[in-house]
């Protein structure tokens, strides 16, 4: 009776993670697609495949890495998952039903911020178009520089000239 009711309760959770994502009538909604869409769902920010591989591993260490970026590919192709470049640190994953937004990465720590509601987005790809004919998508790609907190500590680290 107890199985019954996981198998019921695991059912309504496949059905509401497939509304959420477009993919409920999808015969692909497999185990393996709704993991990872419940790990980057609860990700407080972007991750790396790698990450999100342990992360699957953790809970289901039957979900082989190569598994899961093949899945990640395949949701990527069906819209649900966007990746970003972020230099050395690979490709960093998030959900797709978020804004569009900029990707700010701090060279010295590594922090990544999402930064929203950037006017000048669209007029660098206007730019970038109007000179260079070139249709610029900056939202795939990191800007690299220096995070607040790491620029408030190397302003702490500088002695004071006299």
Sequence with gaps: MASVGKRSQAGSQKAALGARYGIADNPRNTLQRRVILQVLE????????????????RAFPEISRATVYRTLDRLEQAGVV??????????LYHL???????????????????????TSTESLGAELMARFG????????????TCAACLA???????ASD
Aim: a negative charge; one cysteine or more; charged letters at 20%.
């Design 134 to 145: 070139f249709a610029a998508d900056p939202t795939h790609y990191v800007i690299g520089g």
């Design 153 to 159: 500590l190397a302003s702490e680290d500088t002695p």
């Design 82 to 91: 966007s990746h970003t470049h972020a230099g050395t640190a690979g490709a």
């Design 96 to 118: 797709s039903d978020k804004p569009r937004h900029l990707h700010l990465m701090c060279n010295r720590c590594g922090k990544v911020t999402e930064a929203t509601d950037v």
């Design 42 to 57: 609860g990700a407080p920010g972007h991750l790396s495949a790698e990450a999100i591989s342990r992360a699957v591993a």
